[in-house]
């Protein structure tokens, strides 16, 4: 393998890095020590291996035989926040957090909302995150993307083809910046509405749990939670994973669950919702790497 100027390391454990705390470990985990450093490494990585982007790894369900290929993880260089005028810089590997807390402080409004995504832009940006009504489609002016090439490109929001939970970002490519843009707005009211977003997620999401963040998309016009709830799943177990009982869309592991507990766990709802509703669930979380 290639020695980049960033961290290599082989056989990575993987379950530390994500919420449910459970999966298997990466073949190589990347974190690359600026984007030439990343440019410098997919260029010369061998065009069959597997690269995927891992951000706080909350939406994220990897399989206990891990991941092959290369997992990239974009560390504090990747990070940064800062604003001009109405818009945001965004580094890749910014929380929504540190977003939103940035564009209060500059006076920014219609960025409060990333307060409630649990994830970082390059993941809230491949996957059209949303939250409170809002989505980053809403607010993103263009991205910076590294190819799985090496190649450095920047593009609209118009170019990546966003829909509900969705973007059409190609594998293996990973979002290194991004420009978001809100609107003139009092430091008082945003943080007000921030606030009331994060007491919100607080009263009616089991945040103190290992958890992976809501489990399936809102099939329209209904919500996943009251499908689930009404298939009567609301508890349910399988081996160490539950359905929680504070809000039906959030999977739980409760302490022992293996991934492919966390992962059967949801085809047992999903099939429990069909037969019940005849609605087919669709994932939100992410499954990724090998079953053991």
Not at 23 to 36: H, N, Q, S, T, Y
Not at 233 to 251: D, I, M, P, W, Y
Request: some cysteine.
């Amino acid at each position: 393998m290639l020695t980049p100027r960033g961290t290599l390391t082989p056989h990575a454990p993987l379950a530390p890095l994500v919420w449910f705390k459970a999966g298997g470990p990466a073949e190589w985990l990347f974190e690359p020590r600026d984007v030439a450093d990343l440019r410098e490494f997919l260029r010369a990585l061998d065009p069959a291996v597997q690269v995927m982007a891992l951000g706080l790894g909350s939406n994220l369900i990897v399989r206990d035989g891990g991941v092959p290929g290369v997992v990239v993880r974009l560390g504090k260089a990747f990070a940064q926040v800062s604003a001009n005028d109405m818009t945001l810089h965004c580094g890749g590997g910014a929380s929504g957090i540190l977003v939103a807390s940035t564009a209060r402080d500059a006076q920014v409004a219609g960025l409060e909302f990333l307060r409630g995504i649990p994830g970082t832009v390059g993941g809230f940006v491949r996957m059209n995150g949303g939250a409170y009504g809002r989505e980053v489609a809403d607010i993103l002016v263009d991205c910076d993307v590294v190819l799985r090439c090496g190649a450095l490109v920047t593009l609209a929001a118009a170019d990546l083809g966003f829909s509900y939970r969705h973007s059409t970002l190609p594998e293996g490519a990973i979002v290194v910046a991004a420009r978001l843009r809100g609107q003139p707005g009092d430091r008082t009211a945003i943080a007000a509405e921030m606030d009331r977003i994060a007491a919100a997620r607080e009263a009616s999401q089991p945040l103190r749990s290992r958890t992976g963040g809501s489990t399936f998309k809102n099939p329209h016009p209904h919500k996943a939670w009251e499908l689930v709830d009404a298939a009567g799943c609301r508890g349910l177990l399988r081996g160490g994973a539950q359905v929680s009982e504070k809000h039906t869309n959030f999977l739980i592991n409760t302490g022992t669950a293996t991934a492919a507990d966390i992962e059967a766990l949801g085809e047992d709802v999903r099939a429990r919702v069909k037969a019940q509703s005849g609605i087919s669930l669709e994932w939100e979380i992410q499954r990724v790497g090998v079953l053991a």
